[in-house]
């Protein structure tokens, strides 16, 4: 055995000696023109007709050896070299076993230019930020970033400008990440020029205060434009002036600056032509603004009647004379630091023509009114704010004062059920507050906390009604001359806490305690002037003197998981409450004190990177106000007299949310749907007691409970066949509540349900078109009374735009109202506009052409249905009218 394996082995010796001695290699050395070696080159050897039969790469040193194939023709055979930067080499082999050198020289190679060409529009993610493309996604015609960011995927606009992100409402809209307006975006969206925004951010999470940032869970979800560069580096201007027939003019100078330490928005806004400057001013998150404070202000008391606005854009019926000054102006200081200065100056002279007819159902009769009204309102709004911000890793200070003034006057011509009567009304407002905030991180990094709120209000009101409204009710049936309502409710408040934050891990603690006070006092009298001019109350009932002082202290504890797929929030606060009111007049001196928990959590579970699931419960205690209690009378339109024969209104609050949120965004495909459930338990109803002249209500000691149950649904899908943006929503909402009406308990199931669909698509870029519809249907009825009362109503609108050329653009749009009541006649409205703009590319000149409301529709008429009322307004609107523009940029 061991013979045999000495011979195996001689043998595998001789194959292996064998295969050396017939093995053939070429080897050699890589150079560049300085004799520095080439590491990492590529060699190729190649046969006669140029086909690689071996390779290999030089080493660390610039060597190579490569061997021959047994088998390959050693005729013709070639070496050749390449790298990258250097011109590529080959050499004969002219012999097995050889040596051959390489000397590369340098050269430049550039590759060749490769197009990628994509119409379709993209979204792009990164974290909780997505971006939109603007140029992907606007027309030619759209003037402001506002018109783009209505035809955003998942993105939808209300009439008012208020910005919804797959079904939830933004908390602001930023310029180049600077908070310049606050939650008055309409600013930004109706001023800025759409070709001056690169894009549209939607930040989700969005948490403001850079050393809270994944330690405290924000839900807000905030608007990001980026501005181009080359837009960053001089002042930007969209200036129009135009006018009109009949007696039409228009103006909008603007003046804006978008660099990186300053940014403005200015302008100046003046028209007659329906077109609402008012709208710029609006806070969109107002009410959770003053939640957040913690201040129950108090609003207007009075009005002038009682029909409001009709369901219509408000560029359908406004009669307006209007001009508004805005001044937005933000410096960065330093790193970090900004000062910012608000100020806005509205005027305006609206006039309102009307009629109306109401009937209120009741089990044993049916109460009507007839009215016909000639308004006219002339406002002066004046606000201002100055904000001072640091926002740093680990400082934060806010500082904002805001002093607000309005003077309001306001006449009316009125008929109420065949009788004539004048009315004037004065408001003046006088709102004062300065907010401060500190946050500071220490050397453990626990962040701690300092607050200051302090607000000053006044707002006396005034109403003089003439001649001789309701002797029979105000004077004993004897004439009299005029009738005078006033009303001011001066009230000081402020809101204090000290607090800290523990930062860990996984979770955030956070702990404060505070206080706040409130102190009012509520004076009015409803008094008569006799033929005699002597003046006298109404009544012994008619007047009111009423101190009111609210004290709190409170303690709050709260915890946050900012994690990347959980992020929770819960709040327990607990708070000690102190009321006092009294009035020597009528006796009254009550107190009242109450330990409050009011809990409330958050929940959302990233299901996936960009779907998620939310949920929310929150309980809450409430305590009436000022104007829950006074028990002398107050006529606060010229057929609604309000007392209070109760004690304070508390009130239970549940509130419970269960949401999912869709998002993929590759196909720009968005889809929400949300639940909710409210609770609410008084232990106060209010009673109504309805004749033909007049309505009284006083409020009644009675437990009164409210259900609500809410659903909604919401979908946006980019398609980009049909390069169109198709959008389609549906709401529900049912109410049961109780009324007294006339002494009778009236309970009420009220069902809302709407209904939308939309579409904005681009042909091409010459045409596009957009279309919107929505269907209400209200349904109202009571076991107490027969009647089943069902409102519908169908609201159509549509557009086109087209471009022939590149500098002819031609637009129009119609809206179609379609409304169905069973009391009533159906009603049927169609509106229409239409534009034709012309623009001199040289001159950096548009001259437009546009015509409102072609049908020269004059009147206008509304229903409305609410419990067991049933409303017929019919309102005089603006007619036919055409405007000439002239637009340029600055």
């Known amino acids: 055995m061991r013979q045999v394996y000495k011979f195996g082995a001689v043998c595998i010796f001789c194959m292996l000696c064998s295969a050396i001695a017939f093995s053939q290699v070429v080897k050699g050395t890589v150079t560049d023109s300085l004799g520095k070696v080439i590491s990492y080159a590529s060699v190729n050897l190649k046969s006669g007709d140029n086909l690689i039969i071996a390779y290999t790469s030089t080493d660390d040193k610039g060597n190579f050896t490569l061997q021959i194939p047994a088998g390959a023709d050693k005729n013709g055979l070639k070496l050749e070299v390449n790298c990258v930067g250097f011109a590529r080499q080959a050499k004969a082999v002219s012999g097995a076993n050889a040596v051959y050198n390489f000397k590369l020289s340098q050269a430049i190679n550039q590759l060749q230019t490769v197009t990628i060409k994509d119409k379709n529009p993209r979204l792009r993610v990164h974290g909780d930020t997505t971006d939109y493309k603007v140029s992907e996604f606007s027309s030619p015609q759209d003037r402001v970033i506002g018109d783009v960011i209505k035809k955003l995927p998942g993105i939808d606009v209300a009439k008012d400008g208020k910005i919804s992100y797959n079904g939830k409402a933004i908390s602001g809209v930023y310029i180049g990440g600077d908070n310049l307006?606050?939650?008055?975006?309409?600013?930004?969206?109706?001023?800025?020029?759409?070709?001056?925004?690169?894009?549209?951010?939607?930040?989700?999470?969005?948490?403001?205060?850079?050393?809270?940032?994944?330690?405290?869970?924000?839900?807000?979800?905030?608007?990001?434009?980026?501005?181009?560069?080359?837009?960053?580096?001089?002042?930007?201007?969209?200036?129009?002036?135009?006018?009109?027939?009949?007696?039409?003019?228009?103006?909008?100078?603007?003046?804006?600056?978008?660099?990186?330490?300053?940014?403005?928005?200015?302008?100046?806004?003046?028209?007659?032509?329906?077109?609402?400057?008012?709208?710029?001013?609006?806070?969109?998150?107002?009410?959770?603004?003053?939640?957040?404070?913690?201040?129950?202000?108090?609003?207007?008391?009075?009005?002038?009647?009682?029909?409001?606005?009709?369901?219509?854009?408000?560029?359908?019926?406004?009669?307006?004379?209007?001009?508004?000054?805005?001044?937005?102006?933000?410096?960065?200081?330093?790193?970090?630091?900004?000062?910012?200065?608000?100020?806005?100056?509205?005027?305006?002279?609206?006039?309102?023509?009307?009629?109306?007819?109401?009937?209120?159902?009741?089990?044993?009769?049916?109460?009507?009114?007839?009215?016909?009204?000639?308004n006219r309102r002339r406002p002066d709004i004046l606000h201002s704010q100055l904000t001072v911000n640091v926002n740093r890793d680990k400082y934060y200070l806010n500082n904002s004062f805001i002093a607000d003034y309005s003077r309001n006057t306001g006449y009316s011509a009125l008929n109420t059920n065949g009788t004539p009567v004048n009315q004037v009304f004065k408001d003046n407002l006088m709102d004062l507050s300065n907010e401060f905030s500190l946050m500071k991180t220490s050397k453990s990094n626990k962040i701690f906390e300092f607050y200051s709120y302090l607000n000053r209000s006044t707002e006396p009101e005034n109403r003089v009604i003439e001649p001789n409204l309701n002797p029979e009710i105000f004077n004993n049936g004897v004439a009299y001359k005029q009738l005078t309502q006033t009303v001011d409710i001066p009230t000081w408040f402020t809101n204090n806490y000290v607090g800290f934050k523990i930062p860990g891990n996984y979770f955030t603690q956070s702990y404060k305690a505070g206080f706040s006070l409130q102190s009012q006092k509520l004076k009015s009298e409803l008094s008569l002037t006799q033929s005699n001019n002597s003046i006298n109350a109404v009544s012994d009932s008619s007047v009111n003197n009423l101190n009111w002082q609210r004290r709190k202290a409170y303690a709050e504890a709260g915890f946050d998981i900012p994690g990347d797929k959980l992020k929770l929030n819960a709040t327990l606060p607990l708070n000690l409450q102190q009321i006092s009111y009294k009035d020597s007049y009528y006796s009254l001196d009550k107190s009242l004190t109450r330990l409050y928990f009011n809990p409330r959590v958050s929940v959302k579970y990233q299901t996936s990177v960009e779907n998620y699931i939310s949920l929310a419960y929150n309980f809450r205690n409430d305590i009436g106000n000022i104007q829950d209690v006074y028990n002398g009378y107050i006529l606060k339109n010229y057929r609604s007299l309000y007392a209070n024969n109760a004690d304070l209104a508390e009130r239970k609050t549940q509130n419970a949310m269960l949401g999912f949120n869709y998002r993929k965004a590759i196909t720009l495909f968005f889809f929400s749907v949300n639940a909710g459930y409210t609770h609410m338990n008084a232990n106060n109803i209010a009673s109504s007691i309805l004749t033909n002249n007049i309505q009284q209500r006083i409020v009644l000691p009675f437990d009164n409970n409210i259900d609500s149950w809410t659903g909604n649904a919401y979908i946006s899908k980019y398609s980009f066949g049909l390069r169109t943006t198709f959008s389609a929503g549906v709401s529900v909402q049912t109410t049961k509540l109780n009324q007294i009406q006339n002494n009778i308990i009236l309970p009420y199931n009220t069902v809302s349900t709407t209904y939308s669909i939309g579409a904005d698509t681009k042909v091409s870029d010459k045409v596009n078109f957009s279309y919107e519809a929505n269907y209400d249907q209200i349904t109202s009825n009571s076991s107490a009374v027969a009647t089943k009362s069902k409102f519908e109503r169908l609201i159509q609108q549509g557009s086109v735009n087209y471009a022939p050329l590149s500098n002819l653009f031609f637009s129009a749009s119609a809206d179609h109202y379609y409304t169905h009541q069973q009391q009533a006649n159906d009603l049927k409205y169609i509106f229409a506009d239409a534009s034709m703009r012309y623009k001199f590319n040289k001159l950096k000149l548009d001259v437009e052409l546009s015509a409102q409301n072609l049908f020269n529709t004059k009147t206008y008429s509304a229903l409305f249905l609410s419990a067991n009322t049933f409303t017929n307004s019919s309102y005089t609107i603006p007619g036919r009218f055409l405007l000439a523009k002239v637009m340029f940029n600055l």
Do not use: C, W
């Open 181 to 374: 307006l606050d939650d008055k975006y309409n600013i930004a969206t109706n001023t800025i020029p759409q070709g001056v925004v690169d894009k549209v951010q939607v930040m989700e999470n969005h948490q403001p205060v850079k050393m809270l940032r994944d330690k405290v869970v924000s839900e807000d979800v905030a608007l990001n434009l980026t501005i181009k560069k080359d837009a960053k580096l001089q002042l930007v201007g969209q200036e129009t002036v135009g006018a009109g027939l009949p007696d039409k003019y228009y103006a909008d100078l603007n003046a804006m600056m978008f660099k990186d330490k300053y940014k403005a928005i200015n302008y100046i806004k003046a028209n007659n032509t329906s077109n609402d400057v008012a709208g710029d001013l609006v806070s969109h998150n107002l009410s959770g603004y003053l939640s957040r404070l913690d201040n129950d202000k108090p609003g207007t008391v009075l009005s002038l009647g009682t029909a409001g606005d009709p369901d219509l854009p408000r560029n359908r019926y406004l009669f307006n004379q209007s001009a508004l000054l805005n001044l937005n102006n933000l410096v960065k200081l330093k790193k970090d630091v900004q000062l910012k200065a608000n100020l806005s100056y509205l005027y305006d002279n609206q006039k309102q023509n009307y009629s109306r007819f109401s009937e209120y159902y009741l089990p044993t009769d049916t109460i009507r009114y007839a009215e016909v009204q000639n």
